[in-house]
């Protein structure tokens, strides 16, 4: 399959606490993006770090990625109740012409 | 504010009938997709279009047509509905490849029932 895999499926915190999630791939990239996507809704991009970066910030976000490893990680510091979601990670692989989407994470901030 | 709409939040077809899904971009975008989503198999790609009047299959094209006849719509069409077609159906739009970086821009999805 082209598409990544998030891991954890499911995580739930308590608010103010800062949650983790990550994303493994299997192909070469050009960059990686993660997306946020509220119950029954469509997908909001969130950020997008490119093959030669290491890490990005963006607010309460960090994202990190490790092409020898072929894994991200999406950081969210600070967590609130609003932050409850499912997040994704899509992979724009070499040579194709659209993102490969993984299962999501689902997160649950507990106020 | 930019955005992607689909026509329908919700949708309930009987079997059999035919089944069209509009979606509009005002951004001049030149690639539209449509994927599903399904509990436990994520979004996975029907069809996509990076110009008027063309058309690629993405990974899951059985049962399903495309139509893009203009630059801003891009619509999915069922042929004949069938109950593995109950899903939610999330329409995406893109700058041209050579202008990566700004990520995909989605419709807020239309949960289709096929009874």
């Known amino acids: 399959s082209q598409q990544g895999e998030e891991d954890p499926q499911a995580l739930s915190i308590q608010e103010g606490e800062n949650a983790t999630m990550n994303c493994s791939y299997k192909?070469?990239?050009?960059?990686l993006q993660w997306y946020r996507q509220n119950s029954g809704r469509g997908l909001v991009h969130l950020i997008l770090?490119?093959?030669?970066?290491r890490e990005k910030h963006s607010g309460r976000l960090r994202v990190t990625l490790d092409t020898s490893k072929k894994s991200s990680s999406l950081l969210i510091t600070a967590s609130r109740a609003a932050d409850t979601a499912s997040y994704f990670c899509?992979?724009?692989?070499?040579?194709?012409?659209?993102?490969?989407f993984g299962t999501g994470t689902r997160l649950t901030v507990i106020p | 504010d930019v955005k992607v709409t689909q026509s329908s939040r919700y949708l309930v077809k009987r079997t059999g009938e035919k089944v069209f899904l509009e979606c509009v971009q005002d951004?001049?975008?030149?690639?539209m997709f449509w994927y599903r989503q399904d509990p436990g198999l994520g979004l996975r790609l029907i069809y996509f279009s990076y110009d008027v009047k063309m058309k690629e299959k993405g990974d899951i094209p059985e049962g399903y047509s495309v139509s893009r006849e203009k630059k801003e719509r891009f619509s999915l069409i069922l042929e004949s509905a069938s109950t593995n077609q109950t899903s939610m159906y999330l329409c995406a739009s893109s700058q041209i490849p050579g202008q990566r970086g700004s990520g995909y821009t989605f419709g807020s999805g239309t949960r289709l029932t096929v009874v």
């Open positions: 899509a992979t724009d692989q070499t040579g194709a012409n659209n993102l490969f």
């Open positions: 951004m001049d975008h030149e690639n």
């Open positions: 192909t070469s990239i050009n960059n």
């Open positions: 770090i490119r093959s030669n970066e």
